[in-house]
């Protein structure tokens, strides 16, 4: 979402803050906006609504110009998208911060300001980091001194970058839990959110630990915190390819997308959520008022994402206690839907321009809804554009056409959803609390998932000569096993289908025998003896198992049955953990049968046509 660049030079910084904007543009944002420093003009500030070609506009008007200067995008959550509340934010035309993250303590820490005389301009969370920051670095008279103070008194995450007006060769910045880059030039030095803003003046960046704070100057870079190596041995030179385009090591996308999962998800966790609960206006200005109407939910999707919406509808019923449809575009956009009163309507589409969805959403936009939300991962297109509120992603451009980082982050997003409602219906603080630090806990759970990657490898080698495959769930992992399927016959080309395990006697045991393997996802939840019941039906008829399983499951080691055993973890993000082995078992059987992984034939990644 946010996007931060800061520059101290020795030449005009007004370009290359514009230049980190336009790059970080894909992030999503509502306003954007500059402050530069020069010796003739002082502190010299240019915030506008809407895209940064306008701020772009503004500059070639205004032309302000100095040699330190700090710029960002903001996508709205404390105040709506104004010129007023855009960053960056100033304190006595002296200080100038930005900032990402949610600053949870800020109502206390205004109150307190305004007793001692600060007047407030916004309504944002970050200027109170100004005035503290003005209050602070006027008490102590020094201006990392000045900082430290400030940051002892922020409860929440963040990232900021400050320029101060009497230390006029020098930019601070500081990150706990919001990621920060420090980019190293030739007599200038930069920091950002995404080294992908600072890739036209440099290639060799310090990725920034928690809880560090870095002084900039044009020769020189310190960085205060627990790490005490040298910023040479650091310094982490980047290729001269486009990052989005960049596989890294890896041998295709997919797998590099598979593994970029942890990060995927931690940045869409960041800022949206509390040790208390899930923040209403992490999804948009008046959010929290039609929540609290809400009575009703209907989920519209295609693909992988109206899996996640199935894994949804179970979260809402159960956690919120709200009914919930899910639908497939391409059917809900050619009949008529009895809609219950105050439904809120949520699409789905990791590109926000699948046709069959932004068809059945504009089919379906009228009085029967109380409003519309879209959860997507590419900010500015249609179904945000459209939409009365929106979610986004924060998967990072995905490039591989079986969607893998895209699919876990909706997941995470959704159960966000699925709490803030749930809150607005007698969801209580405990529970709340529960499910935050158990979704909180899922990019830990999913890197412990990763490190499986060489047993699932051998897995995938018995399935090379297999033609079909089975994928039984129960409960939310219904879903998973569908998504199972799907990602196999997506990029190997076996025939693969999903099924509740429950229905198994019901038709799919006629197709079980010693030539069809059948995959069950186990995880150790209340449906689990259930499940193991209709494991007993496959062995009885010779067919050949694979059991995803959670570690403390008792299941036996016995002939034709394969176990991979999971970490242990909290039910409700099990969906989250349990695709990850699936998505890595489609992965390498279609690397041993030879397929292209990435551009499977006949699919393409946004699909834009009926």
């Given at each position: ?12 910084v ?18 954007a ?67 990402n ?14 007793r ?17 920051l003005?209050?602070e ?5 020094d201006?990392?001194?000045?900082v ?11 990232a ?40 036209p ?15 900039l ?16 041995s ?7 390819r486009?990052?989005?385009g ?23 966790l ?6 208390e ?34 894994v ?7 956690i ?25 309507l ?49 998967a ?30 007698n ?12 979704l ?20 995938a ?7 079909h ?20 016959k ?16 019901h ?86 049968k030879g ?6 034939r ?5 699909v834009?046509?009926?």
């Open positions: 979402m946010c996007g931060i660049v800061a520059a101290v030079t020795r030449r005009d007004t370009g290359i803050l514009l230049e980190g904007l336009q790059r970080l543009e894909y992030r999503g944002y509502d306003s906006g500059l402050t530069v420093f020069g010796e003739t003009d002082g502190l010299q500030r240019i915030r506008r609504l809407g895209k940064v070609s306008e701020l772009r506009s503004a500059c070639e008007e205004h032309k302000p110009v100095g040699f330190v200067g700090i710029a960002h995008t903001r996508w709205a959550t404390h105040g709506k998208p104004s010129e007023n509340n855009a960053h960056p934010h100033i304190s006595g035309d002296q200080v100038s911060v930005v900032h993250g949610i600053v949870e303590n800020h109502e206390e820490l205004r109150s307190e300001l305004q001692q005389g600060y007047s407030f301009v916004s309504e944002t969370d970050t200027e109170v980091i100004a005035h503290l003005a209050l670095i006027g008490k102590c008279g201006f990392r001194g000045g430290d103070c400030v940051l002892d008194k922020l409860e929440g995450s963040y900021i970058a400050v320029q101060h007006t009497g230390y006029p060769d020098l930019l601070m910045a500081a990150r706990v839990g919001s990621p920060l880059v420090v980019g190293l030039g030739i007599g200038e030095n930069y920091v950002a959110s995404d080294p992908q803003a600072l890739r003046v440099t290639d060799r960046f310090v990725f920034l630990e928690e809880g560090e704070v870095v002084e100057s044009a020769k020189k870079v310190c960085i205060f915190g627990h790490n005490s190596a040298s910023i040479e650091r310094t982490v030179k980047l290729d001269e486009p990052e989005a960049d596989k890294g090591n890896y041998r295709h996308h997919m797998l590099k997308e598979i593994f970029d999962q942890p990060d995927a998800l931690r940045a869409t960041q800022g949206r959520i509390t040790g609960g899930v923040l209403d206006s992490a999804f948009g200005a008046g959010a929290a008022e039609i929540f609290s109407q809400v009575k009703a939910v209907q989920i519209v999707a295609c693909g992988s994402s109206f899996y996640t919406g199935l949804a509808s179970y979260w809402f019923e159960q919120a206690r709200l009914p919930c449809r899910v639908e497939i575009a391409s059917e809900l956009r050619y009949r008529k839907v009895a809609v219950l009163e105050d439904t809120l949520v699409t789905i589409s990791q590109s926000g321009e699948t046709a069959d969805t932004l068809a059945a959403f504009r089919h379906s936009t009228d009085s029967r809804y109380l409003a519309s939300l879209c959860i997507c991962n590419v900010p500015n297109s249609s179904r945000v554009r459209e939409s009365d509120f929106s979610l986004m992603i924060e990072g451009i995905e490039i591989c056409v079986a969607s893998t980082k895209a699919f876990t982050n909706q997941l995470a997003d959704l159960l966000m959803l699925v709490i803030a409602l749930g809150k607005h219906n969801l209580s603080g405990a529970e709340q609390q529960e499910l935050v630090q158990a909180s806990a899922a990019p830990d759970v999913v890197e412990k998932v990763l490190k499986l990657d060489d047993e699932i490898k051998k897995i080698q018995r399935f090379v000569e297999k033609n495959a089975l994928f039984l769930g129960r409960g939310t992992h219904y879903p998973i096993a569908l998504e199972g399927a799907l990602k196999l997506e990029i190997s080309y076996i025939h693969a289908e999903g099924y509740a395990a429950g229905e198994l006697k038709g799919p045991l006629a197709l079980v025998d010693d030539d069809m393997p059948v995959i069950a996802v186990a995880p150790g939840d209340e449906l689990l003896e259930k499940l193991k019941s209709n494991l007993q039906e496959v062995r009885a008829r010779g067919g050949e198992l694979f059991i995803f399983a959670d570690e403390n499951s008792r299941f036996p080691d016995e002939a034709g049955t394969t176990i991979l055993r999971l970490p242990n973890c909290h039910s409700v993000i099990a969906p989250l953990v349990y695709v990850v082995p699936m998505q890595l078992l489609a992965y390498h059987v279609a690397v041993f397929t292209d992984v990435d551009q499977p006949n699919l393409a990644k946004s834009t046509v009926e």
